[in-house]
């Protein structure tokens, strides 16, 4: 069955360093998004993307994130200089052509910013 | 904003019992809600979808309905077992289908 994928697994990183973290959605899907999840707290949608833009983003979705879709399978999300509070778990997902269909989540990247 | 609030915080039942996991949110104009299942460390397994025209959703031994009117939905286990043991989130859309609101989840303890 299709599955999304996601690397790495596990990242560390210092403060104020840039990290990628890498999604590859179901090959079919049309819709792509990022969600967060702080150790302890709710699931955080941060951004959609569709049709090679981005169609909303929260507020936590700020200068320092940017989301890429660099060929036909990747989708990435960069954080430009990371903070302490980005410590989290970042999931991908990816839905397909409709407005009404599930979205599928990756098996996320666990980030630890020191 | 949508907001998704879920009861109980965690629940323990012996294996074979029914269960209801409760959901609401504030909004009820959403196009979706899903339910996931999501295991310690692990990511999140979609279980069901319900489209804001659909009144529930069945997958074997689960199944969720949804009601706009009172914001409420709810996720039924019929005949629980230790495997079901995880955590279960309820996820709704608001006006704009793209984004998901999620509330806090609900802990599961199915024992043997």
């Known amino acids: 069955e299709p599955e999304v994928t996601q690397t790495p697994s596990h990242q560390v990183t210092q403060m104020g360093q840039e990290v990628i973290l890498r999604c590859v959605p179901i090959s079919n899907h049309l819709y792509f998004y990022w969600y967060r999840q702080i150790l302890g707290q709710k699931v955080e949608f941060l951004v959609s993307f569709y049709n090679n833009e981005i169609s909303e983003k929260s507020e936590i979705f700020d200068d320092q994130f940017s989301v890429e879709r660099p060929d036909g399978s990747n989708f990435t999300l960069k954080i430009r200089s990371t903070k302490l509070e980005d410590s989290a778990m970042y999931f991908c997902?990816?839905?397909?052509?409709?407005?009404?269909?599930?979205?599928?989540f990756g098996p996320g990247t666990r980030l630890l910013v020191l | 904003k949508q907001e998704v609030t879920q009861i109980p915080a965690a629940l323990s039942v012996p294996e074979g019992e029914n269960l209801v996991l409760n959901c609401s949110f504030t909004d009820s104009a959403i196009y979706n809600l899903q339910w996931f299942r999501q295991d310690p460390g692990k990511g999140l397994t979609s279980l069901l979808l319900?489209?804001?025209?659909?009144r529930e959703q069945t997958s074997g031994r689960l199944n969720a309905s949804l009601d706009k009117s009172s914001g409420r939905s709810t996720l039924y286990i019929a005949a629980s077992q230790p495997g079901d043991s995880a955590t279960y989130l309820c996820?709704?859309?608001?006006?704009?289908?793209?984004?998901?609101?999620f509330g806090s989840g609900t802990k599961l303890n199915v024992k043997p």
């Open positions: 997902a990816s839905s397909g052509g409709g407005y009404q269909e599930t979205q599928y």
């Open positions: 996820a709704a859309s608001g006006y704009n289908f793209n984004k998901f609101y």
């Open positions: 319900i489209q804001s025209s659909q």
